[in-house]
């Protein structure tokens, strides 16, 4: 990012930032951060990404956050890696493993086989530990409650569900579908469909529409980055 990039950021017109989110922040938590680093009192983000989750995030600053519902209708792109044999309520490793069963059995052959049940045009029903709202409360304090509550589906579209590498009982994949889709849904079924289970243990954005993470900046260099601008300036 050039230095009058970064000036742009707290001015009136804004910025559009590429941020490469780290694990156990929430996107929130980057919005927070770019606010208090650039004394700017608006800006937002154009698609959430779970904690655990790492890779690309859009943030918008300025009259630019008015553009921001384009960034979130567009094609996504992930990687990651889950464990089969293992069943979390929240369907990644946010909690507790209650339930383990056999995965030996499960070849390359059937892994490819299961993921194109996946591909195409479909309804996903949101996971129960998700900030999507229901009667105006996100659905994850329900959870923390142990309330299941009905949530009702969404239709997303998966593009590609590829297999990357078996090591069983971790299997590394790449995703590309639509916006709304949950990853780690599309992971607990895919353990269903098989009958061994399976658990979301990494996941990384790689792409939104024509923006790569390879674009993106770490909150680490943005903030050098603004350091070094205000002191030149100052």
Not at 50 to 60: F, M, S
Not at 72 to 101: A, C, H, N, Q, W
Not at 193 to 219: K, N, P, S, Y
Request: hydrophobic share 40%.
């Amino acid at each position: 990012m050039r230095a009058a990039d970064v000036r742009s950021v707290a001015s009136d017109e804004g910025a559009v930032l590429l941020i490469d989110k780290p694990v156990d922040w929430t996107s929130f938590d980057v919005v927070k951060r770019i606010r208090w680093t650039f004394g700017v009192a608006k800006a937002g983000h154009a698609g959430t990404l779970d904690p655990r989750a790492t890779g690309l995030l859009i943030v918008c600053t300025g009259k630019k956050t008015k553009t921001m519902h384009r960034f979130i209708g567009m094609e996504k792109e992930y990687t990651g890696e889950l464990e089969l044999g293992i069943v979390t309520p929240s369907f990644d490793l946010e909690t507790e493993v209650i339930e383990r069963r056999p995965c030996g059995y499960v070849t390359r052959r059937q892994l490819d086989v299961a993921v194109r049940a996946f591909v195409g045009k479909q309804l996903q029903k949101p996971p129960m530990y998700a900030a999507t709202k229901l009667r105006g409360k996100p659905l994850y304090r329900y959870a923390r409650r142990g309330r299941t509550v009905e949530r009702p589906q969404k239709e997303i579209v998966v593009t590609t569900f590829d297999i990357v590498e078996v090591k069983i009982p971790h299997v590394r994949f790449r995703i590309v579908c639509s916006k709304g889709t949950y990853i780690r849904s599309l992971v607990h079924d895919l353990g269903q469909r098989l009958g061994c289970g399976a658990t979301l243990t990494e996941l990384r954005r790689t792409r939104i529409g024509e923006f790569g993470v390879d674009q993106a900046m770490t909150i680490e260099a943005l903030e050098n980055t603004a350091a070094r601008t205000a002191a030149r300036t100052a």
